[in-house]
Each structure stands twice: as structure tokens, then as C-alpha cells.
């Protein structure tokens, strides 16, 4: 990227596609608590007054997602309601239980829960010691296949390792293979030996989930200590917008949707299964609200919404996103003193103002220019970076055209563009 040096520079500037550190830890910062030790800050330079970078591949791990109002990863408290799932001693008997007029069927929870395993996330803590265990959390056998098992986790409990075990509920331990993750969705892939795999979660739609229905939580809660711990609760919210700061500056990078869940999810619960009262998984365990006035609000990513992701992860290693090549900030997020250089109509009260268009990006074929005001893509309003990415990356894919209704010097222009994907840096 080319600077100007008459050109004001980009602070706290977010670029999903241009990370250049690899943190150790899968910690955490003031906003979350975990038990594995802290996260080495990560030190940036930030010189200039505008922030957000629109970007598309995820190129490298950088740091544990960091989710604001303090909700917390639950990688590695124990609850003291967790209960440990009792064995069935004649597999061909189906037990249920009416729990609100709604029937669990105990065979199919045991079937899933033998799929839900421990993942220990190990690294050396000094030149003097071998590989130890940093941090814990759990993952789902999603499928069996051609030898190999592949189990579905969350990114931040694997994030800094240099080493992953996965340890079965027979307590037996495999090395896995990290194949793929993905920071901003909070999901990694891993691979292990198929030949002491059992059993495989059958995947339910989380589309069809309904407000008040019965779900069961399965993890680790306080890591193996209390592995394989089942906890019973409702779906209290669908469609629940959760921001994302992924590189702990303290600024909403993404927006998540997810399923919020008054079934206890800990620390160590985290890539674990949210499942249905038959047994299929409709959430992967992921986060809880961490404040003292707070009980019982917990969050799942909705099955659906990572299947996509992760065969991706699966099949390529990474995540690829559309691409445009610009900074911005919001409208009012523009200092007093660079004000003169943006002219709107009166009517125009928000947008994103270009603060950078990167050299050779396709904003930049297309003649995007800084000051520019993005005010909508495709018809869809959009005033933040957020609602930009949010945008591009659910609606559009790699190689789409694109119309970006920008003002410039106080006259609307329709920009057309096409989206790339961005190369490596």
C-alpha cells in the first residue's frame, strides 16, 4: 500500500487480510477470562486518524478472539449443575425423559456425546521444558472418512499451539492435525486417525430451531476434569448479534450471529456440541457473558452458518473472502480539521468515508478515491465497515460485480467493481 505523505493515515486501522504476527497464547485481555495464561499484547503501530481495512482472507492467527461487553471464550469455572452422562448398560433399550413436554432421547444424547472430545492445546513454556498443556477446551467428530476422523473446534482454543492432542471419552489420547482456522468465525478443523473413532455427531439444522426448545450443552467444562459434562437448558434467542474484536485493539472487527442458550457453558466448553432433544447438533459452544449480575447467557455458532466454513477449512486450510482494498472510517468518525475535504448533500448524514485505497486493489481499478463517501453496496445501505463486511461476505463471492453508490465533491457516482480475492503479502 502506497502513502501519500500529505495523506492522513488510517489509525487503529483493521485489516482482516493483512496480519503479520502469530501470538503464542490462546488468552485473553481485560474483556475475558480463561484459564490459559495471559496473551502477549500485540504491538502495533496505529499513526493515523481513520480505521477499518475491507479485506477478504484471513491469512494468519494472530490472537484469541476477544469478544466485547465481556463475553468470554470458554476455552479451559466448573458449574456445579453439570452433569456427567451416565452410560446405558442395554444399547438396544431407548430411554426418554419429558422435560416440557418434550422427550429427550437418552440414546441418541449418549451416541453424540461419545463424539464430543477433550482438545489440549500444548506448548512449550520455556527453551527448557517439553510441550505442556496451555489451555483446554472440546470439539465435535463431524465425519469419518477414507481412514482419517475430522472434528470441528473453536479457533481460539487451538490459537498459539504448538502441539494438539484430542482425548476420546475412553480417555484414549490421538494427535490431531490442525488442518484449518478461521479467526474470524472462531473455528479451526482437525484431523486425527480414524481407527479408535466410534462414533460421528449427526449435524441437525439450527434453521429450524424454535424459541423456548429444550437443548443440552456437552463439553468440558474446567477442561478434563469434568470431561464429557452434560447440561439441559432452552434456546433463549435466535439470530443474537455479537461484536468480534479479533485483534484486541479494542474495536469491533466483525459481527457474529449466533444462538444464545441458558444452558451452562464454561471455560473448557468451548467447540463443544449444542444439541437438539434428539441428539443433533444444532450449535458449536463458544462464548458466555462474563459479568457478576449475569446468570445463565450463553452462545452457540449456529451449525449452519459454520458448515460452510468448515469445509473450507477441511478442504483448502483457510478461509477465502472477497476482497475491495480500502480504509475507511464512519462519517462521524472524521476529525473537525479534515472535514473541508468531504462534501456531501444535505441529506447525507452517514456513510464511510475512503481514508486509503491500496495500489493495484480493485477500488483502485475502479477509480475510488480518498474522501470518497461509500453510502450503499448493491442498493444496501451500509455506514460502517462492519455493515460493509457483513455485506461482501454473506452476499457476494469472489469474482461478483459490485455497484458502490459513493459521493464525491457533492455528487452521487456509481461505481461498479469487481471482487478478488487478495493475494498474499
Known amino acids: 500500500m502506497e502513502h501519500d505523505e500529505n495523506k492522513p493515515m488510517e489509525e487503529n486501522q483493521i485489516d482482516p487480510t493483512h496480519i503479520e504476527e502469530k501470538t503464542d497464547d490462546p488468552g485473553h485481555s481485560q474483556a475475558i ?3 490459559s495464561q495471559p496473551k502477549k499484547k500485540r504491538t502495533s503501530s496505529y499513526n493515523n486518524i481513520f480505521s477499518g481495512i475491507v479485506g477478504g482472507i484471513i491469512s494468519a492467527v494472530t490472537v484469541a478472539i476477544l469478544f466485547t461487553n465481556n463475553i468470554v471464550p470458554t476455552d479451559a469455572d466448573n458449574d456445579p449443575n ?3 452422562l451416565e452410560e446405558q448398560n442395554d444399547p438396544e433399550i431407548v430411554a426418554t425423559m419429558s422435560v416440557d413436554n418434550e422427550e429427550i432421547v437418552s440414546s441418541n444424547i449418549e451416541e453424540v456425546s461419545e463424539a464430543v472430545v477433550g482438545v489440549i492445546n500444548l506448548r512449550r513454556q520455556s527453551i527448557w521444558t517439553s510441550n505442556e498443556e496451555a489451555g483446554a477446551g472440546s470439539g465435535i467428530i463431524y465425519k469419518k472418512q477414507d481412514g482419517k476422523a475430522y472434528i470441528v473446534t473453536n479457533q481460539h482454543v487451538v490459537d498459539g499451539a504448538e502441539e494438539v492432542e484430542v482425548v476420546l471419552t475412553s480417555e ?9 482456522t478461521d479467526e474470524l468465525t472462531d ?5 486425527v486417525d480414524g481407527s479408535q473413532i466410534n462414533k460421528v455427531a449427526n449435524l441437525g439444522s439450527s434453521e429450524e430451531i424454535k424459541i423456548g426448545e429444550t437443548v443440552l450443552a456437552i463439553g468440558n467444562p474446567l477442561g478434563m476434569e469434568f470431561a464429557n459434562s452434560l447440561t439441559k437448558g432452552i434456546i433463549s434467542g435466535k439470530d443474537r448479534s455479537v461484536s468480534v474484536d479479533t485483534n484486541g485493539d479494542g474495536a469491533a472487527d466483525w459481527i457474529t450471529e449466533v444462538i444464545q442458550t441458558d444452558a451452562a457453558i ?6 463443544g456440541a449444542l444439541v437438539d432433544a434428539e441428539g443433533n447438533v444444532i450449535g458449536i459452544n463458544s462464548m458466555k457473558v462474563a459479568r457478576n449480575e449475569v446468570e445463565g447467557i450463553g452462545f452457540a455458532i449456529p451449525i449452519d452458518a459454520a458448515l460452510p466454513i468448515m469445509e473450507q477449512l477441511e478442504t483448502n486450510g483457510e478461509v477465502t473472502r472477497p476482497f475491495i482494498g480500502i480504509s475507511t472510517t ?3 468518525q472524521v476529525p473537525p480539521q479534515y472535514r473541508h475535504n468531504i462534501v456531501l448533500p444535505e441529506e447525507i448524514e452517514e456513510g464511510m468515508v475512503i481514508a486509503d485505497v491500496e495500489t493495484g486493489s480493485p477500488a483502485d481499478q475502479a477509480g475510488l478515491q480518498q474522501f470518497d463517501v461509500i453510502t450503499k453496496i448493491n442498493d444496501k445501505e451500509v455506514t460502517s465497515i ?3 463486511r457483513k455485506y461482501m461476505y454473506s452476499q457476494t463471492t469472489i469474482g461478483d460485480t459490485v455497484t458502490l453508490e459513493i459521493y464525491r465533491n457533492g455528487e452521487k457516482h456509481d461505481i461498479e467493481l469487481k471482487l478478488t480475492e487478495r493475494e498474499s503479502i
Open 33 to 35: 477470562t480463561s484459564s
Open 172 to 180: 484414549e489420547r490421538l494427535s490431531a492435525k490442525v488442518l484449518g
Open 82 to 84: 453439570s452433569l456427567p
Open 330 to 332: 464512519t462519517l462521524n
Open 266 to 271: 464454561n471455560p473448557g466448553n468451548s467447540g
Open 187 to 191: 473455528l479451526a478443523i482437525l484431523e
Open 386 to 388: 462492519l455493515e460493509l
